[in-house]
């Protein structure tokens, strides 16, 4: 099982930024890769980052690249996504996901929204 706790969401502004956090606990060696997604009202979830345990290797939405970065931090089992040159149609609940060979695992996911 993994424990996943989301946090760093909120409210910007158009061209702001902000830094989501996704804290694992639990069987931390059987992650194979970490994403965020994120869900829009009336929208499907859509990958957004993710990121790779042993090697790091990322890859990334179209929509975001070059804007939304996403690092891991194994001392501290958490992994980032910055955001920044925020759009309004970045608005979503943003959840991080844990891969891993049996089951994916769900964090409850993060309110971000993007005034204009």
């Known amino acids: 099982q993994v424990q996943l706790v989301e946090s760093g969401g909120g409210l910007a502004q158009a061209g702001g930024s902000l830094t989501l956090s996704c804290a694992a606990s639990?069987?931390?060696?059987?992650?194979?890769?970490m994403a965020w997604l994120r869900q829009a009202p009336g929208r499907e979830r859509e990958l957004v980052a993710g990121?790779?345990?042993?090697?790091?290797?990322?890859n990334y939405a179209d929509s975001v690249k070059g804007r939304f970065t996403i690092s891991r931090d194994s001392a501290k089992n958490t992994v980032y996504l910055r955001l920044s040159s925020l759009k309004p149609e970045d608005t979503a609940v943003y959840y991080c996901?844990?891969?891993?060979?049996?089951?994916?695992?769900w964090g409850q996911g993060t309110q971000v929204t993007v005034s204009s």
């Open positions: 639990g069987s931390i060696s059987s992650i194979n890769a």
């Open positions: 996901n844990a891969n891993t060979l049996l089951a994916d695992y």
């Open positions: 990121i790779t345990i042993k090697g790091g290797r990322t």
